[in-house]
């Protein structure tokens, strides 16, 4: 007995060891598609506090914004999607939401129902996953289809996968350097592609796609899993140029079956409706940027309003995290979208909005007395005359002009922006200094440096030039 | 099925569990199935259960025959004919190739022009190690020194017994039917000195042979790019890999058998520690050097024909030199077979065969003169310097012969001992280490892992290790295992990203 008990604190002790050194080795994946931070956030949810759970491949990563939903429709949301998410996985997924969860609905992602999933994505989606029986059947799926036996102990044991990297071990495997905030298993992409070859997807073929058999047993899994708990189920599909009507028709297919609303927002219908264009709402990856995440997840948001019967969790006291993350996530989308702004009107209103601290210095910009000079001149507040001075520099905060100078010989002036940053302004030399970096574009008009002391962080520097009395933007 | 890999360990845990809480009567049973499963794994040729049956049928039915056996002729000739039909499937199986390409070329001397085109024969894992053990087994019978095994399955065990399956060592019936068959209870120690010492394999195999191997293969594969020095490192390195392939899987395979109460005899004894060829060859591949002079070199000597040979060499060379000449000569043709057991290949033939014939002749020969040497320059034979000196010489000899043993052919041996002369020494100091294949940090891990062993080793001269930390508090025993299962997990070569390649003498 005594060396029974011998043995097993040892193995005991041995597995919590080789556990510990395998987390270690796990490489981080902190880039933008944010696979680490969407797992270990997850698990940090507080209990029972979903209402909707998104999962899926990488389109759930920059396609699905929770904070949309809070915002609008006072849903607590979260995404669960890694690159090529396996549908297994997205189900492993599920099962293990549901443990610490109550959500009422599941959204889930069904591009890759055709599609197979590569190991360095299986591994994003459940190397961070807890042990569990979630956890292990997903594993042996995944080796029972590769008939390995290596990668069976290779998931149990990740250490056995990822030893070859111990020359690279260094001190980003101890403290997390992430490079793109989670946003609720949103990550935030402002690109656009303007991208015209898509063409939406049209209902003209009768035709079914094929679903690989595991896979087709995986969703009537899930299907059946929602059910028996009670769980609304949405399929989706974001935007996407390798998407076709046989694929669309085979969901389809299932979902009619099942009864299961499918939202496929690459039908010409879907795309009219919620305004979607793929060359202003998706980015250069074939992935939503936030313009087409903004319509799709509010899309959604109206159905699950109206379909379910969800408390709207806005302004209560155990969602205060979900406001404060709110605030971020706004001040974020802000400075994302104001440097993809190139009608003069809309730039103006930008500049104005809150958070921002707005540097103008004249640059050799001859007066004009136009009326598209005039009302830019007005509606961020300048004053004409002290414009009209060939030396000439203004400060915005929050849309009101707090420090404004013109005169004939060079301004020079050092001060303070956001209490603590040191600015310096050399309006002859159209120069603006920023913490000991120059920021000006040296070009003719107004060079314009936009701060936001909420982030505490410079968005952008760009320029406001008159073309025949006509404002044009640049950067 | 590789000694290394994961499901090797999860097969042995599956049997341990198993095997103690069978019937005691019937573990044997349990370990026979075993056996076959670990066979099924390594072999996909359906083939292969052919000749392996073949092998067990043979030496089965010739055992138990010879047992009956009515007179000493008989016995004798049942014994031969069993010994042939075993041999020849071996010879079929491994050496079809080189025995009959060589006997095309020999006939293709006399002006004959023909040609052999290789067969590819799919032999069945351990196939010398375990028709050399139902050799072994055979002429015990036949000496009397071992029964007939009656029941054909436990013939079977003894035969496939799967720990010795992969390189050997060569048991005896005598010693396993003690062991094998017999009721074991569950033995904590047991259990744990036999993981220890696979752990210490792993070790070996993974840490320090793997590292090697890509030295040795980045020279070996090139050496005309690789003169001088590498050839040094890279011979070293080569017996360092060799060393640590060979008895890394042996601790492997003795620490298996250990966690089942099975005691399988020793292969190594720190060889790189003897002072001599002849000591070097009795601590290394032990129960290959057994075997050979059990059933090989003996039966040989004992010959008529070399009974006849030493009579007439007496009287040419006097009663002393006589029977030392029939000795060497009996000595030569059992190096060259050993030398061809290595594989059918002259480089075999000389790296690991005549060679070593060579060293122990001619060292036995000098030796008068040697002494003479010493005594005149008043050399301490005690003294540490000169045991010192003496393990340095015996390590030298024997990476000459290594030296063979891994090149592609004679001929590119020949040329790389002839590309020593390339001056070329001083880049030991300029980094040349660095220049095989291994950057700075695997080198360290190298070098720090050939250190560990080399301590251990010294160590094992005076205590026994694991006994020793076995006396210590729970916490350091603790901290000594699991400190080596993760060393070995984070450093070892193995998995993706590596490509760790099979025990060396598991293709023998």
Redesign the interface.
Known sequence: MK?IV??IS?LV??II??DF?GQI?IPRWNDEWIATPIIKDFYDLPKNSLDVLAVGSSQVVRGFSGLELYKNYGISAYGIGTGQQSIQSSYAWIKESTKTQNEKVVCLEIKMLFEDTPEEQNRKALDNMKFSSNKLESIIDIAWKEKS??TF??YL?P???F??R??EIGSENFIEEIKATNYRGYSLENEVSGNLDYVPVENNIPYDAFIEEERYECINNIIKYCKEKNIGLIFFKMLDMDWDIERHNRVEKIAKENDITFFDFNMKDLMNEVDLLYAADTSRNNHLNIYGAEKTTNYLGEYIKEHYDIEDKRGKDEYKHLDRQLEQYNNDVQNAKIVNIFNPNEYIEALNQKNFTVILVKNNLPNATTLEYNKMINDLGLDISKVYKSNYYAIIEDGKVIAEEGADQNIHLETMVDTVRPVIIDTQKASINFEGTEQSNFHQGFDVLVYNNKSNNVVESSYINFENGIPVIGR | MILT???YL?FLVILLFLYYIFPKKMQWLLLLLFSFIFIAFSTSDVKAYLYILYTVLVSYVGSNIIGDAKNEKQKKRIQSITVILLFIQLVFLKYLNFVGSSSINFINLFGVNLSWTNLSIIAPIGVTFYTLIAIGYVIDVGRGVSKPQLNILKHALYVLYFPQLTSGPFTRYMDMEKTLYSKHKFE?KN??FGFQRIIWGFFKKLVISERMAIMVNTVFDNYSEFPGIYIVIATIAFAIQLYTDFSGCMDIVIGSSETLGVTLPENFDTPYFSKSISEYWRRWHITLGTWFKDYFFYPILKSNIFQNLQSKLKKVFGKKWGKKLTTYCGMFILWFTVGLWHGGATKYIIGSGLLHWFYIVSGEVLEPVFNKIVKILHINKENFLFKFWQIVRTFILVCIGDLFFRSTSTADAINMIKSLGVNNYTEIFKGALLNLGL?F??LAIAISGILLLLTISLLKQKYKIREEIKEKN?GYR?AI??SL??FV????Y?????DAASFIYQNF
């Open positions: 060396n011998k043995a040892f002790i041995l060891v080789i050194v080795f036996y290596e102990i290779s044991f250490i056995t996968r030893h070859s111990w020359k | 890999s994961s499901i999860t904590f259990v744990c950057d940090k695997d729970i603790y295992w699991i299962i993760v997990l984070i450093f070892g193995y998995g993706t990203g590596y």
